[in-house]
């Protein structure tokens, strides 16, 4: 059974910079790309961020040159560090991993959500 594991949220101020977790737990075969999705209250949910097995990574443009996604190959485990924060980033952050396991071969999976609120 696979689990994400998120951590990171919380409160911060406008300008501020906060760092999210994502940690892909259980008997884990393989994980091809892993991305950071957010949801604004009475909005749909938006691709933020997204990173390749070989390293690619790609921005919404709302986030171009504030954010940052990085993954560890080695810990299953992707993040997101986010600078310069807004008010309209504040939304729930979800991560999702494409990825492999023997007994269910490749499906997608997606962590609880942790919320981020920038607000002063």
């Known amino acids: 059974q696979v689990q994400l594991v998120e951590s990171g949220g919380g409160l911060v101020q406008p300008g501020g910079s906060l760092r999210l977790s994502c940690a892909t737990k259980g008997s884990v075969f393989g994980i091809n790309a892993m991305a950071w999705y957010r949801q604004a209250p009475g909005k749909q949910r938006e691709l933020v961020a997204h990173i390749t097995n070989g390293g690619s990574t790609g921005y919404a443009n709302s986030v171009k040159g504030r954010f940052t996604i990085s993954r560890d190959n080695a810990e299953n485990t992707v993040y997101l560090q986010m600078n310069s924060l807004k008010p309209e980033d504040t939304a729930v952050y979800y991560c999702?991993?494409?990825?492999?396991?023997?007994?269910?071969?490749?499906?997608?999976?997606w962590g609880q959500g942790t919320q981020v609120t920038v607000s002063s």
């Open positions: 999702h991993v494409d990825l492999s396991t023997l007994e269910a071969g490749r499906f997608e999976s």
